[in-house]
């Protein structure tokens, strides 16, 4: 015996909905999505015209961290691995996770030699300064 079931659009899309609860049974790719934003990373101008990049780091050492330069490629990566940490604390995956992110300065107006960095409380701060020559001039009148 056959049944009919009418059909009824909906604002999403049967495909759509199939795609959200089937990626909700695939608990790796379900986990991936929820961390590629880790870490939460807030960058800002400071009053001086130094660049500030602040990672929110909890549960991690200042030991556990790199900080990596190219300038030819006009970059700084932030990354942290944690290969080496033993089995009941690889499992707090919320507060520790390995991370690698890549930040490009495209307008190349950053000093990348001069990157300073700061650890305390969870908190990595770096501090970039402009380049002398990137800085705006101001010309008197008069």
Do not use: C, W
Request: glycine share 4%; hydrophobic share 35%; proline share 4%.
């Amino acid at each position: 015996m056959t049944t009919l079931t009418a059909y009824r659009p909906s604002l999403l899309g049967h495909g759509v909905f199939n795609e959200i609860f089937d990626s909700m049974l695939d608990f790796p790719q379900l986990m991936q999505r929820t961390t590629q934003g880790y870490p939460v990373a807030d960058i800002y101008r400071e009053d001086g015209g130094d660049t500030v990049m602040e990672f929110a780091l909890a549960g991690f050492s200042k030991e556990d961290l790199s900080i990596e330069i190219k300038s030819e490629k006009k970059s700084i990566t932030v990354s942290a691995n944690n290969d080496n940490l033993d089995i009941r604390e690889r499992n707090r995956r919320v507060a520790r996770r390995s991370f690698s992110k890549t930040y490009v300065n495209y307008d190349n107006n950053l000093d990348l030699e001069a990157v300073r960095a700061e650890f305390e409380n969870g908190l990595l701060r770096l501090v970039i300064p402009t380049r002398a020559e990137a800085k705006p001039l101001r010309v008197e009148i008069k």
